[in-house]
């Protein structure tokens, strides 16, 4: 079906782009959500079914495929807010829109394609999508978080395609020619692993910049930061998720070669630095937004340690990567209505946020306890499997200095949530607070409670696909 | 001769550590499009007359005319000052390149592969080398565009290495191109140009914790 999806999605997209009817255009957004919602469920009772050979529906795929529908939807519900409530021109809307679109299935597509090269190309319109979506505003600043984001990107597409480069080079002797998942997985035994160091070295590097670790983190920090926060929240969830794929595919090759515990140990030095960075700057961070991206490191980190550890750890990895993506966009989803009230990003001018918006304030309260893995969160039946696979495999010291981050992590990001829920603020005019309905944070609630109940009482055919997922890797 | 166009495409490097004015950087990018038609004229032997075409125009009319042109308009554009301003001195630069080239040679020596073209992995990898030190160390947003295309005209040399087996990847090397340059120049840097008076990276060190 993805020969009609792509199509399909491209053509509202654009519709949506020259459209300037309020009406047609929500028609046509609520359109695509159900678009992508059949889609994915179409393709979950198709699986593993290959179309136009490049493209796979495995259990990974249509997962995250699934989780990428159930995050759209409050994301374009929220959009519409953010429009609604920013008095946008009707050529912005429209291009806000057409992006989000264009930006959502490219991630899509990336997650079903089976062959590197497609997945790169994916890779780099989601890059031109969320440029777009970054640059909203036309301030100075969006500009600046644009450039950076921008560019890094660039690099860092480059690192892949020079990553592809020597994954040819370390195929050549095999004489094999197709650079398709399913192939490099049939001949992985002939690959030069020289040439295969080489390949996941740079691939690795490049792939980061989306998932979001140590070295090429960066940028996107400052994207979630600038971009509309409905906007913020799909790059801090299935964005990142599409990092992982890219990593996750590669590394399912290189885990049948014999440099795998090569790779386990630059898998493992970048995620414990990644956790390191993010709690250095959890600590002292003032600027809410800022602090959830950083907050999105910290768990990509935590996920690439449950990967290098092997074991259960590979399970609690997909876990946690599909739970984090319904708990970090609804922490980005009520900021937006934080920042309705104060006008802010900084913790100082922030406070009490609980005489301005009750439903708000208790769906803030219950993120910042999904997201730093109290029970009973969701997060933290995945936390706790990865430590559990970081003991097995005799990383004790790793194990114990992450603990350690963990808990400086939740102090920090306790502090400043406590300081926005309780503290009065120093200064702020009550009469220019808006009223914000509760129905606004309906969408929050219902995505914790799934994160929840999808960690506690998981469906047969959750697990089952999770299960799929996790053996693309050798048992 | 691949060999020797290569060599030569080394030694722009070199003359681009002590490039001193903006001009010149954007004439040796133009030298090192046409340095690439040749290269990949000559190499590409194999692969179908259509898909070379493309490969050979893309080459000429994008790397050694359009995107040159296009950052020439910027610079008279946007009213850039004509120096690069480096932030270490010329000759530092120059043997940091040479010490680069030098290092890419010894390290493909110890590679024991008979697959592997040496002088294609000896230029490709310090071009990018090259491109990833002048981005580092050069003032202005438009030299780090610059520090780009070097970076991507490695990878195309590193693409054409493969490229008889592998037709598909010079493409997909002609599409990074193309897409990240229009992205970078076309859509961006008119842009900085127009918020921001002088186009300086300290100008853009606000976003930060």
Redesign the interface.
């Known amino acids: 079906m993805i020969s009609l999806f792509l199509p399909g999605a491209i053509l509202i997209s654009v519709l949506l782009y020259f459209n300037k009817s309020k009406i047609v255009n929500y028609t046509l957004v609520v359109f695509y959500a159900l678009f992508l919602l059949t889609f994915a469920v179409y393709q979950s009772f198709h699986l593993n079914s290959i179309e136009l050979g490049y493209f796979k529906s495995d259990g990974l795929g249509i997962l995250l495929l699934l989780t990428l529908s159930a995050a759209t939807i409050p994301a374009l519900f929220h959009g519409y807010r953010y429009i609604a409530t920013h008095d946008e021109s009707k050529k912005s809307r429209g291009l806000f829109f057409a992006a989000m679109t264009m930006l959502i299935t490219a991630i899509g597509a990336a997650y079903l394609s089976n062959h590197i ?1 497609v997945t ?2 994916f890779v ?1 319109i989601t ?2 999508c969320a ?1 777009v979506l970054i ?1 909203h505003h036309r301030t ?2 969006a ?6 984001y ?2 890094i990107c ?2 860092s ?2 690192f892949v ?2 990553g ?2 020597f994954l ?2 370390s195929l ?2 095999a004489g094999v ?1 197709d ?1 398709s998942f399913d192939a490099l997985e049939k001949n992985y035994a002939q690959l ?1 692993p ?2 295969l160091k080489f390949a996941f070295l740079f691939i690795f590097t490049g792939f980061t910049a989306k998932l979001g670790l140590v070295p090429m983190y960066t940028a996107g920090i ?1 994207a979630k ?2 971009a509309p926060a409905p906007a913020g929240a799909l790059f801090s969830s299935v964005l990142m998720n599409l990092g992982f794929v890219g990593i996750y595919r590669f590394y399912a090759i290189v885990a049948r070669t014999e440099i795998l515990p090569w790779a386990n140990t630059i898998i493992l030095i970048a995620a414990f630095l990644s956790i390191f960075v993010a709690t250095v ?1 959890m600590t ?2 003032k ?1 809410i937004k ?1 602090m959830f991206a950083y907050s999105s490191i910290e768990h990509m980190g935590l996920v690439m340690l449950g990967l290098a550890a092997g074991g259960i750890g590979v399970y609690a990895a997909i876990l946690h990567i599909v739970l984090h993506s319904f708990v970090k966009p609804s922490l980005f989803f009520q900021f937006n209505q934080v920042y309705r009230v104060y006008q802010s990003k900084s913790i100082y001018d922030v406070g009490n946020y609980f005489k301005y918006n009750k439903a708000g304030a208790i769906a803030l309260l219950l993120g910042f306890i999904s997201c730093t893995a109290m029970p009973p969160s969701g997060l933290f039946v995945s936390e706790f499997m990865i430590f559990q696979s970081l003991f097995e495999s005799h990383h004790l010291i790793i194990l114990f200095v992450v603990l350690l981050l963990l808990t400086m992590i939740i102090w920090g990001f306790g502090s400043n949530i406590f300081k926005l829920l309780f503290t009065p603020p120093i200064s702020i005019d009550e009469t220019k607070i808006p009223k914000i309905s509760a129905w606004e944070s309906a969408s929050q609630y219902i995505l914790l409670a799934i994160a929840v109940y999808l960690a506690y009482n998981p469906p047969a055919q959750f697990v089952h696909l999770t299960k799929d997922a996790v053996n693309l890797l050798p048992q | 001769m691949t060999d020797i166009l290569l060599i030569m495409f080394a030694m722009t490097l070199l003359y681009m550590s002590i490039a001193n004015r903006l001009l010149t950087y954007i004439r040796i990018l133009v030298f090192q499009g046409f340095l690439l038609f040749g290269v990949t004229f000559l190499e590409l032997s194999h692969i179908n007359v259509t898909n070379l075409v493309l490969i050979l125009l893309e080459t000429v009319v994008f790397k050694a005319l359009a995107v040159p042109l296009f950052l020439n308009r910027v610079i008279k554009h946007n009213g850039i000052t004509r120096v690069a301003e480096p932030f270490l001195p010329n000759f530092v630069s120059l043997i940091i390149i040479t010490l680069i080239i030098v290092i890419t040679i010894v390290l493909s020596n110890s ?1 024991k ?1 008979i ?2 073209d040496k002088t294609f992995f000896v230029v490709a990898l310090s071009t ?1 080398f090259t491109g990833l030190y002048i981005i580092s160390t050069r003032r202005k ?1 438009i030299t ?1 565009v610059m520090g ?1 295309l070097v ?2 005209n490695g ?1 195309f040399i ?2 054409l ?2 490229g008889n ?2 037709p ?2 010079v493409n ?2 002609i ?2 191109d193309i ?2 340059s229009v ?2 120049l076309g ?2 840097f008119n ?2 140009g127009d ?2 008076n002088d186009p300086d990276v300290n100008q ?1 060190r ?2 930060k ?1």
């Open positions: 090269a790169w190309i780099e890059t031109l440029s640059y100075t600043a500009l600046e978080g644009v450039w950076k921008v560019f660039a690099i597409i480059t395609f020079i592809i480069l040819s080079l050549k002797q020619e650079l030069n020289f040439w400052d930061d600038k700057y002292r961070i600027n800022r | 590679i592969d697959n592997l990018l947003i780090h780009y970076i991507e990878v590193l693409s290495a493969v087996e592998m598909m990847l997909l090397g599409m990074l897409f990240a992205l970078i859509v961006f842009k900085i918020v921001l853009l606000n976003l914790d």
